[in-house]
């Protein structure tokens, strides 16, 4: 998200009051003389193993420590290994560590490596699927007795060029022989089948030992305490410290904001504490019993409905928040109102499950009364217009400034006793626990939508969800609607968490070598070589009319996939469609009224990443607003380049 911007662009003057090292000499800083640190740096001592090793977790009994170097040593004292060799050993070593450290000894990962020819995919499938009788496969080479010792090389722990290469093959294919053409043939039938081992290894090694990951959008009109809820919820989890906290305290009530305290937890720029409304996505990633979720923070206000969208186009679920309070839930549902529109829009991203939270509950008393009206009012329209269904829907009275039934009551933070004369349902944080996790497209080609570019030192920075498939750092990728290529340096998750391997759902933060600012924008798509997403500048949709005028045709608009946005002009309606049914209605009407149904052709004045719905579901989603106001939304028929207009 952009929120990454304000830390990775920083600049040297941001740095003034640090030391500054760079002119300082080795013996300023380290007491050593030019003669020792020469003696030093070209002595010629031989690198050994050990020095590699990684540091093993404090409180570990020194003799077991002692007693597994040495073990790891003598299994790498055997190893005979060209110098043209040593880097592919490197390679492949780092890469199974990174996959199977946890599951599988470095002596076995040895083996199978050397067995395998050094190639990463045929060893991890032989360690996966165990040894066969009829294998064949030769020993591990082992040094003679006669033959003159050497210390292995080992070149320090580099980052793993990919977990598993997936062997991208070329975008062009050239006339090859017969002979050259079934070689060809057998290499991408190992790929398929790498592709599906490793997929299947990804959904696994997810599942031991991690919890599932669940992106939660919180959505609401504006004042309603979205912020103030969520930050709360954070501090009563021990995501805020004390001290930070206490920090918030002072600071909102010097600028006599007392109440916003819990909501800076959140909204940390300058602005946006000023105004005093969410302008941008936060996201914040936080763990229950059974799911690690990625919270993210929308804006209220209509003025930023483009960056709700950016953290709605994100997410699993949604976290409705309602204001208690007399005439504040009315103008958030209203018409204009932020509350009606931001449902509509979830819905029609895709987001099907929704926890709605009766906020401010506490300036009623807790009335039941309220509850039960704002409860009625909202589930009619959730169920009838936005499409929700009712089991996907969970409710629940919360006070965000007190922080009650956000957590289980207890000793320090009981639950107020006239809220428990009625209510005996669940707490927020419970609710969260139940929201189920949608299946990952892991065995999909890999597609990745950009939210937010930033330059990242000598390459380019990317944030984005991985909608299927995965990535690995070393992968060759292709950004559409471009066409450029490029390799992946480095994957961090929101959390900060460094990974190999990022798999569908994922939020990830990537640097990019081989491209430039300006060459990939907001809205591209990173996908893979063999297989780039499709674009293109016209594009037929299925559409609902949500906004309150017709829909014409020539009417220009903002066309919405993912974070892009690109102006677009109503070229044709096709139909006009029995929402029900199907059935075509009316062959090229004129206009399409509110709450209709057709078929419509777009033209986009440049191309877009987007796929047909009933291949990508993730990009198959489009919506059309005009302004402030969202006319339509739909899913993508097809896609194609218009040449003459291009």
């Keep these: 998200m952009s929120r990454h911007r304000n830390l990775k662009n920083m600049v040297d003057e941001d740095y003034d009051n640090f030391d500054d090292e760079r002119g300082h000499s080795l013996e300023d800083r380290f007491g050593t003389s030019p003669g020792n640190s020469h003696e030093y740096m070209h002595s010629g001592r031989a690198v050994e193993f050990r020095d590699y090793i990684r540091e093993e977790e404090e409180g570990e009994d020194e003799e077991f420590v002692a007693r597994k170097d040495e073990e790891i040593h003598r299994t790498f004292q055997n190893l005979t290994i060209q110098p043209q060799d040593r880097d592919r050993f490197n390679t492949c070593m780092d890469q199974l560590r990174d996959i199977l450290a946890a599951e599988v000894p470095e002596s076995t990962m040895v083996d199978a490596i050397i067995r395998c020819n050094y190639n990463s995919e045929a060893a991890i499938n032989l360690l996966l699927s165990g040894p066969k009788e009829d294998e064949g496969a ?120 007392a109440s916003f305290a819990y909501a800076w937890a959140l909204d940390e720029t300058e602005e946006e504490r000023e105004r005093g409304v969410t302008m ?232 990019l070598n081989g491209v430039d600012l300006g060459q990939v924008l907001i809205g591209a798509v990173l996908s893979e070589m063999s297989s780039p997403c499709p674009s293109g500048n016209r594009l037929r949709a299925r559409i609902v009319v949500i906004g309150e005028r017709p829909l014409t045709v020539g009417q220009p608009l903002m066309l919405h996939i993912k974070a892009a946005a690109e102006p677009a002009t109503v070229r044709k309606i096709v139909s006009q469609i029995d929402k029900a049914t199907g059935e075509v209605l009316k062959k090229g009407p004129r206009s399409l009224p509110k709450g209709s149904t057709g078929e419509v052709e777009l033209k986009v004045q440049r191309l877009v990443c987007a796929e047909r719905f009933a291949d990508c579901k993730e990009l198959g989603r489009c919506m059309l607003r005009l302004g402030d106001t969202t006319v339509a939304a739909g899913i993508v028929l097809k896609v194609r380049i218009d040449k003459e207009q291009e």
């Design 280 to 511: 941008d996505i936060a996201p914040r990633t936080f763990e229950t019993e059974t799911r690690r979720l990625v919270l993210l923070d929308a804006p209220g206000h209509r003025d930023f409905i483009p960056n709700m969208l950016m953290g709605a186009s994100s997410a699993d679920a949604a976290l409705l928040v309602l204001s208690a309070v007399n005439g504040e839930f009315e103008s958030g549902f209203e018409a204009g109102g932020q509350t009606r529109e931001h449902a509509l829009l979830v819905r029609s991203l895709g987001v099907s499950q929704l926890i709605v939270a009766v906020n401010k509950l506490d300036t009623a008393q807790w009335a039941r009364a309220r509850y039960d009206e704002l409860r009625e009012r909202i589930s009619a329209f959730l169920i009838r217009q936005a499409g929700f269904r009712e089991q996907d829907i969970q409710f629940v009275p919360v006070s965000g400034l007190t922080g009650d039934n956000l957590l289980p009551s207890s000793k320090q933070h009981p639950t107020p006793q006239v809220l428990t004369e009625w209510y005996s349902g669940a707490t927020l944080l419970d609710c969260l626990d139940k929201l189920r996790p949608p299946e990952r497209l892991f065995d999909r080609p890999m597609r990745i939508a950009i939210s937010d570019v930033y330059k990242a030192g000598s390459g380019l920075g990317v944030s984005g969800r991985v909608e299927t498939g995965f990535v690995a750092t070393g992968d060759r990728l292709m950004s559409q609607p471009a066409g450029l290529p490029c390799s992946v340096k480095n994957i961090i998750l929101e959390s900060g968490e460094p990974k190999q391997v990022a798999g569908a759902g994922e939020l990830v933060t990537m640097t």
């Design 138 to 257: 030769a020993p591990l080479p082992v040094q003679s007795s006669s033959s003159k010792p050497s210390t292995p090389f080992m070149e320090p722990p580099r980052p793993a060029a990919a977990a598993v290469d997936m062997a991208r093959s070329s975008p062009r294919a050239t006339p090859k022989s017969k002979a050259s053409a079934q070689k060809e043939g057998g290499r991408e039938s190992t790929q398929e089948s790498s592709r599906s081992d490793r997929s299947d290894l990804l959904r696994r090694l997810q599942k031991e030992g991690n919890k599932e990951v669940i992106n939660l959008v919180v959505i609401g009109h504006v004042d309603a305490g979205k912020s103030t809820l969520v930050g709360h919820l954070l501090y009563l989890l021990g995501q805020v410290s004390q001290k930070q906290m206490h920090r918030f305290e002072q600071d909102s009530r010097k600028a006599g904001k």
